[in-house]
């Protein structure tokens, strides 16, 4: 892999993350709005915004191209399931002020890559990894002692995103397009919960003041352009680079809640916190060093 690619990959990353550090504070204007809801208008805004840039690039021929390779539409819907299970999570701790608990969860997806990535890539750990590994799994003992149950929220928003990274990046399909058909694979779905909540007299795209209805077009974009920058970075980074530049992610989220919405952090739970860093900084220190080691080659 050439430095410029993975330059290239690294700044996709960044901007995939650091978009996604500040979705709190976006999706906390939106609070009035019931996290399927949300979800719904982020999938269809978010496929409708797509569509407008292959238009534009006049990427359609390779879309539909990946979109015939065998196997190809059969992944891309099992990331999809991956994905929209994450914002669903996500979007439900925002709603239940568990903002820490989210940051959390994001905290935990580097390590998931880790152990994804021995598991099912077989790539090999060195000591400072295994470390990392056992204290994030202490954390998680934490959290239990601290909360007298797992941290369910947290496991499932680390592992959903842990396995969708590992699905994209093993399907050969370009940023945009890959977006695009995972999100219209999501359609389907949606629509019949559309349908449902009509009959049930609840409009799920309509309905709403101006700014509400603006801020759902725009959750869209915010939802399109993040993820075509971590498909970009998953394709041009190893699974264990792209969970280094998570960080970013949790950190902002961490703060937000702290800082900004003022959520209450219990002692107990900055130690998980502790471990947590400590388990990340030792798996930092093992990919600077790696990184040093395969530039002086």
């Known amino acids: 892999m050439d430095s410029r690619n993975t330059l290239a990959g690294i700044a996709f990353g960044l901007g995939a993350y650091g978009i996604w550090g500040f979705f709190p504070l976006f999706f906390r204007q939106l609070g009035h709005v019931s996290p ?23 990427q359609w021929g390779a879309t539909l191209a990946a979109a015939r390779r065998p196997g190809t539409l059969l992944r891309l819907a099992l990331a999809a399931v991956l994905v929209a299970s994450n914002w669903l999570a996500f979007l439900w701790a925002v709603d239940q002020r568990q903002v820490v608990a989210s940051s959390l969860g994001y905290f935990l997806t580097p390590l998931f890559n880790v152990v994804l990535g021995m598991l099912v890539l077989k790539e090999r750990l060195n000591g400072k990894e295994w470390a990392s590994v056992g204290l994030a799994v202490a954390a998680v003992g934490c959290e239990f002692l601290t909360l007298g149950s797992l941290p369910w929220i947290s496991l499932f928003i680390g592992a959903s995103f842990g396995f969708y990274g590992l699905v994209r990046k093993q399907v050969p399909v370009n940023a945009i397009s890959g977006l695009w058909l995972e999100t219209l694979t999501m359609l389907p779905l949606i629509g019949l919960y559309t349908l449902w909540q009509s009959s049930q007299g609840q409009a799920v795209f309509t309905g709403h003041d101006a700014l509400t209805q603006g801020l759902l077009l725009a959750a869209g974009v915010v939802t399109a352009l993040p993820l075509m920058l971590f498909a970009a970075a998953t394709q041009r980074l190893n699974l264990a680079t ?38 990340l900084g030792l798996y930092s220190w093992s990919g600077w060093q790696k990184y040093r080691a395969a530039r002086a080659v």
């Open 36 to 58: 399927i809801d949300l979800l719904s208008n982020r999938a269809l805004w978010g496929c409708v915004f797509v569509a407008l840039i292959l238009s534009v690039r006049r």
């Open 242 to 279: 792209v969970g280094m530049l998570m960080y970013i992610n949790p950190t902002l989220q961490f703060l937000t809640a702290i800082l900004v919405f003022d959520e209450p952090l219990q002692p107990a739970r900055l130690f998980t916190f502790a471990l947590i860093w400590a388990g």
